[in-house]
């Protein structure tokens, strides 16, 4: 069994943070990431993609230079799915691979997978291809993140009332649909404040 000074359970921005900085201070870390890649709620659902969504959108629809050129000013007729997609794979793909480079050079060891506790210094780690196996930790960090909350007394149905998580997606799910006709409000007649 592999022992380490600490293993992290979560590679969002804590727990990120955490494993290099024990790592430069001479520690053997391991990183277990429950997604296929390291980055968490941060990288794959929460700031980077819904910011980079939203200045994809700013930006195609023309929002910025409108001052300058005229409320009629638009980079593209008509913004769909895909065209979000395109620029969100692109800087999701850019900020793991920073991630991963980060965690190489610091030998913070990975493993995509998820932690239970054995005991307080034994973790079990269940892995996606179903193997499993368990390392010794003398200590834990637990960053593992967020989920949406879903009251029960909101009727999500993921099509016209989603969450956060859920608004990530629907670009990927529905790549052809005009980001237009995705929302039930009309466009707004000036940029949004940031």
């Known amino acids: 069994m592999d022992a380490y000074d600490l293993v992290v359970i979560g590679s969002g921005p804590a727990g990120r943070r955490a494993a290099v900085q024990a790592a430069k201070l001479g520690r053997s870390v391991l990183v277990i990431e429950g997604r296929g890649r390291v980055g968490g709620v941060s990288v794959h659902t929460g700031t980077i993609p819904s910011k980079t969504l939203r200045e994809t959108a700013l930006n195609l629809s023309g929002w910025r230079e409108r001052g300058f050129y005229g409320n009629a000013y638009r980079i593209k007729k008509e913004i769909c799915g895909e065209d979000l997609v395109v620029r969100l794979n692109k800087t999701l793909e850019h900020e793991v691979d920073v991630l991963e480079h980060q965690f190489q050079r610091n030998m913070v060891r990975t493993v995509a997978g998820v932690g239970r506790f054995v005991d307080p210094h034994m973790i079990a780690i269940s892995c996606p291809d179903g193997s499993s ?39 990927r799910v529905h790549p052809h649909r005009s980001i237009f006709s995705m929302a039930s409000m009309p466009c707004p007649k000036s940029p949004p404040s940031a």
């Open 133 to 171: 196996f368990s390392v010794h930790a003398e200590r834990t960090l637990i960053a593992s993140g967020t989920i949406p909350f879903r009251p029960e007394s909101v009727p999500f149905d993921d099509v016209n009332i989603i969450d956060s998580d859920a608004l990530i997606d629907t670009p």
